[in-house]
């Protein structure tokens, strides 16, 4: 019988090992971008944007009632935090809620 090894969760990893995840997975994203394999790069990419979110200071430097940019530009709106996820809404689209990982909001607007 082979062995099984277990991946630790990136919430159990130190900040050295997500460092060195995040390494290896953009490696594996240019891999995959050069090999014109789209589905397996967004993959790395999203594993990427979750491992930095791990890298934050969550919960001090997100908070609810705070605005952020996100990356296209929009506006987003914090009603609350649940982990490494802001959940809320766009600015424009208040009917709609949202749930980014913390490493996708840019920066605080308000």
């Known amino acids: 019988m082979g062995v099984v090894l277990l991946e630790k969760r990136y919430s159990q990893m130190t900040e050295f090992e ?7 997975l953009n490696d594996k994203s240019k891999k995959a971008e050069q090999m014109g394999m789209i589905n ?5 990419e999203r594993k990427i944007t ?5 890298l934050l200071n969550h919960p001090d ?5 705070e605005t952020y940019e996100l ?3 929009s506006l987003f709106h914090i009603s609350h935090m649940n982990g490494i996820f802001a959940w809320g809404f766009r600015i424009g689209n208040e009917n709609e809620e949202e749930a980014f990982p913390i490493s996708l909001l840019l920066r605080k607007v308000n």
């Open 61 to 65: 430097d997100f908070k609810a009632g």
């Open 40 to 44: 397996e790069l967004a993959v790395y």
């Open 71 to 73: 990356n296209d530009g």
């Open 18 to 24: 997500l460092h060195q995840e995040i390494t290896k």
């Open 50 to 54: 979750m491992a930095r979110s791990y």
